[in-house]
């Protein structure tokens, strides 16, 4: 059984030898445990938090232990009940090949339902479920009003904006390539896109915005997160979802310049973990499935091949080299 252990804590950026690639033994069946391949594998920007012992929403990964990953597998020998072979089922069992789980601990892939398994490791699956809920809760958005999405072109920004144009929202990206703005602007409907490495994100957004920002969907913090602050309007709510800006940083991360906005405009700041969500997937499923069928919703996924690569497909969250929901394929499903 192939496996990545996390060797130590990251400094910075993230690099090969803070994993250790090891093969083990897949131990025997107990009493109410199932054997499940691994599939599909969801890098994830918070998978660099697990990484670090900073205080966070669950246990730190331990030095030594297989990485922690959300997972897609499909069961090949079951001593369990609630688990039969053949049974597609998610969890958290990480950075491995083969594992040995209980029931408690996966949940099982929706049967019958026609859409390709790809879809549950995004726009069904956690990322595509921070972005329903974090705009539904956070956001409320209505017509009329202006949001803006930063890591716009990613697995969660690019759900958060299709959901938001189909609230009749002016729907602003920004993203770090103009392929990703092409994409968000010619394929997903978005009213505008600013390529923050190229453009003056602070002109571009008053041009793109010229209401002012109702809602700030922040996935990026820093300097991007700044700009869009000194923009809101009375009443703003900002969705602080993720901040990947400064994952990687060495030094504490200095607050926003335009902090005072917040106070002038009374908005609202609200933190989200979408692990406090997981009760209400089915609601958010039953809402954002039909958007999906009707091609109100499009999805991409970034695949990349070989759990041997895992480390090099989470780097690519941190260069931006994907668009779309990043994905290493473990095995054929
Ligand atoms: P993405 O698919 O959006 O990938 C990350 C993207 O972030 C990259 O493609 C890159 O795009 C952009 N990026 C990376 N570094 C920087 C930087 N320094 N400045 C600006 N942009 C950068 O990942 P996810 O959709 O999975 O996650 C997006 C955000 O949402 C993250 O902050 C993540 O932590 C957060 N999140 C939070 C959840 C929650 O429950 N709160 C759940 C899931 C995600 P580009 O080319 O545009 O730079």
Redesign the pocket.
């Known amino acids: 059984n192939n496996q990545w252990l996390l060797k130590k804590r990251p400094e910075g950026d993230i690099k090969a030898d803070d994993f250790e690639y090891v093969q083990s033994e897949v131990p025997d069946l107990g009493e109410g445990e199932a054997r499940v391949r691994t599939l599909y594998l969801s890098v ?3 998978n660099r ?1 697990w990484m670090t012992d900073m205080p966070q929403y669950m246990e730190p990964v331990q030095i030594g232990a297989v990485m922690r990953g959300v997972v897609i597998g499909v069961v090949e020998e079951s001593k369990s009940p609630q688990l039969e072979v053949g049974d597609l089922i998610h969890g958290l069992w990480g950075w491995q090949e083969y594992a040995v789980v209980t029931p408690d601990q996966v949940g099982k892939v929706p049967k019958g339902v026609p859409v390709p398994l790809d879809a549950w490791m995004s726009v069904l699956g ?2 595509g479920m ?1 972005a329903y809920f ?1 705009l539904r809760d956070i956001g409320k958005p209505k017509a009329g009003e202006t949001i803006v999405i ?9 759900i958060a904006g299709q959901i938001a144009k189909i609230h009749g929202c002016r729907t602003v990206g ?4 103009d392929e ?1 703005c092409a994409w968000l602007t010619d394929e997903l409907g978005f009213d505008a896109a600013i390529n ?2 190229t453009q003056d994100v602070d002109s571009a957004l008053r041009e793109a915005c010229p209401n002012g920002i109702d809602i700030d969907f922040e ?6 997160f700044d700009s869009v602050l000194s923009q809101i309007n009375l009443h703003a709510r900002i969705i ?9 940083a060495t030094k504490p991360v200095p607050g926003p310049y335009h902090f005072a906005q917040i106070l002038m405009q009374r908005a609202k700041v609200e ?5 406090d969500y997981m009760s209400r997937f089915p609601e958010g499923i039953a809402e954002v499935g039909p958007w999906l069928a009707s091609g109100k919703i499009k999805y991409r996924v ?1 695949v990349v091949e070989g759990l041997e690569h895992t480390p090099e497909a989470l780097n ?11 994905l290493v394929m473990v095995s054929e499903p």
């Open positions: 994830d920007p918070t938090i956690a990322t921070t974090g930063s890591a716009a072109a990613g697995a969660v920004g690019s920004i993203a770090g390539t990703k923050y490495k996935n990026v913090g820093g300097a991007i602080l979802c993720g901040l990947i800006s400064s994952y990687n933190g989200f973990i979408i692990t970034d690519r969250l941190f260069t931006g080299a994907n668009i779309g929901k990043q």
